[in-house]
């Protein structure tokens, strides 16, 4: 079975500094791969996926992510951070040819300092 | 854009009774999930349904749990006899059997239950 591990449970940046969260999953293959956000208040939200291909995915509001296949990772990047940005990310994992049923992370709460 | 739909956006109920949480998913989708957030924790899922039956379900979805499409828009789940451990944010998702979009699924913003 896949899981996903988030290793930050916070993260703390000031507003117009890069971002990046960490995400490490566990698969036997090359598995599907989420990024979702959540404000407060708010539901999930989708910023990027990645199902094969090019390993630098876009996403919207401005982050991208990058699947290492060596490292069994997928961290989320935002170049310049925005107070909006200040929310719940959860990284998932779902299994190729199957129910297509994402695994979460635990999420990584980003705090974000004007 | 469409969306999922979620009503209603907050419950409040007392241990023992009954509830149903309302969704109503993308109009051209054919898979419908439900998950749900206990506070501070990890997104569990619950429930899978296609072609009007449950497809999939987790260890947490036992008998005090019910889905039902009981017309071509909305998606229910019902508990049948609320714990206080039931309360959590419950997700709605949806998602298309067709094209590149197959494997995402997309949320509704979820009921916050509160069970007293």
């Known amino acids: 079975a896949q899981s996903v591990t988030q290793p930050d449970i916070h993260i703390t940046v000031s507003e117009g500094a890069s971002l990046e969260l960490r995400c490490n999953y566990s698969?036997?293959?090359?598995?599907?791969l989420f990024w979702y956000v959540q404000s407060p208040g708010q539901g999930l939200q989708l910023l990027l996926k990645y199902f094969s291909g090019d390993t630098l995915v876009q996403g919207i509001k401005g982050f991208e992510a990058e699947f290492k296949r060596s490292q069994s990772s997928f961290n989320l990047r935002k170049p310049s951070v925005h107070w909006s940005d200040a929310a719940e990310y959860f990284c998932a994992v779902g299994a190729r040819g199957g129910s297509y049923i994402p695994t979460f992370g635990r999420g990584t709460s980003l705090i974000v300092h004007p | 854009e469409p969306e999922v739909t979620q009503t209603p956006s907050h419950q409040v109920t007392q241990m023992g009774q009954e509830v149903i949480l309302r969704c109503v998913p993308i109009?051209?989708?054919?898979?419908f999930y439900w998950y749900r957030q206990i506070l501070g924790q990890k997104v569990e899922f619950l429930v899978s349904?296609?072609?009007?039956?449950?497809?999939?379900k987790s260890e947490i979805f036992d008998d005090q749990f019910s889905v039902e499409r009981p017309d071509g828009s909305n998606f229910t789940l019902k508990i049948r006899s609320t714990k206080l451990e039931d309360s959590a944010m419950y997700f709605c998702?949806?998602?298309?059997?067709?094209?590149?979009?197959?494997?995402?699924?997309?949320f509704g913003p979820g009921t916050r239950l509160l069970v007293l």
């Open positions: 998702a949806s998602r298309s059997t067709q094209g590149l979009d197959e494997e995402t699924q997309y």
């Open positions: 698969y036997g293959a090359t598995p599907y």
């Open positions: 349904f296609y072609n009007n039956e449950i497809s999939e």
């Open positions: 109009s051209n989708h054919l898979y």
